[in-house]
Every structure is written in structure tokens, then in C-alpha cells.
């Protein structure tokens, strides 16, 4: 088994994903694949959390910027009927984020674990987007 692991440049546009496909497609043993947040994601969702530190309502758009992001991401990959499904699930994953954003505004309280669980959704939803495409393909 290859484990192939792709950083966050490497995953930062649908262009860039494709390639990542092309590449996990020419390997001639099972494969898996790793990957990070999409290019600056990472940098958004803390940026999100400080701004919910601090209780300023910036992390509102901070999140809709992650969420168009993605979006894109999705568009360029993705047929109609497959990014609906796909835009929803990440649709649904950001809301969670923002309901954990709202607490953190909240309680004036940004534990290292709720953190590391903010910070690790641009990994999740990275990974998500992928599996959608490759699951397109093989299909």
C-alpha cells in the first residue's frame, strides 16, 4: 500500500485537485490519500475563532468565505446533481461550525480541544470533496 499525502497547495483550486486524481489514478498499488485543509483554509478557521474570542460578529463573513471557497472548489470538480449533494453536506458541516463559533462568542472561551476541533474541519471537508470526486469517477 502507497500513502500519498497532499498539502494544502496542492489541493487549493479544483485545477490543483485534479491533478491530485491524475496522480492517485497512475499508481498501480492501493492507495491512500491524504490531504490538508484547502490552500489558506486553515489560516481562515482560526481567524474565525479569534474573531469569536473577541466577540466580534466578523467571524460571520470569515465563514462565508470559507463556505464560498469550498463552493468553488466544488463547481469546478463536480457535475450538477453531485455538487447539490456535496454543497449540502459542506453546507451542513459549516453551520455546525458557526454553532460552535456562536459558543465560543458566547462563553468568551476558546479551549485548545475546541480549537483543534475548529482547526480540523478544513481537513475534513477537504478530504469530504475529494472522496466525492474520486467516488465520481470509479462509479
Known amino acids: 500500500m502507497i500513502v500519498s499525502k497532499f498539502g494544502g497547495t496542492s489541493v487549493g483550486s479544483s485545477e490543483n485537485i485534479k491533478k491530485v486524481i491524475q496522480i492517485v489514478q497512475q499508481k498501480d498499488k492501493q492507495t491512500a490519500v491524504v490531504v490538508s485543509a484547502l490552500g489558506g483554509i486553515t489560516n481562515l ?51 455546525h461550525l458557526k454553532e460552535v463559533l456562536n459558543g465560543v462568542s458566547l462563553l468568551n472561551d476558546l ?10 474541519l478544513g481537513e475534513m471537508l477537504s478530504s469530504f470533496i475529494i472522496y466525492q470526486n474520486l467516488n465520481c469517477l470509479f462509479i
Open 111 to 120: 479551549s485548545d480541544k475546541t480549537l483543534a476541533r475548529i482547526v480540523g
Open 45 to 95: 478557521l482560526i481567524e474565525a475563532s479569534e474573531l469569536a474570542l473577541k466577540n466580534e460578529d466578523g467571524y460571520h463573513s470569515v465563514v462565508d468565505e470559507i463556505e464560498k471557497r469550498h463552493f468553488s472548489t466544488i463547481e469546478g470538480l463536480l457535475n450538477h446533481d453531485n455538487q447539490t449533494v456535496c454543497k449540502a453536506d459542506v453546507a451542513k458541516k459549516l453551520n
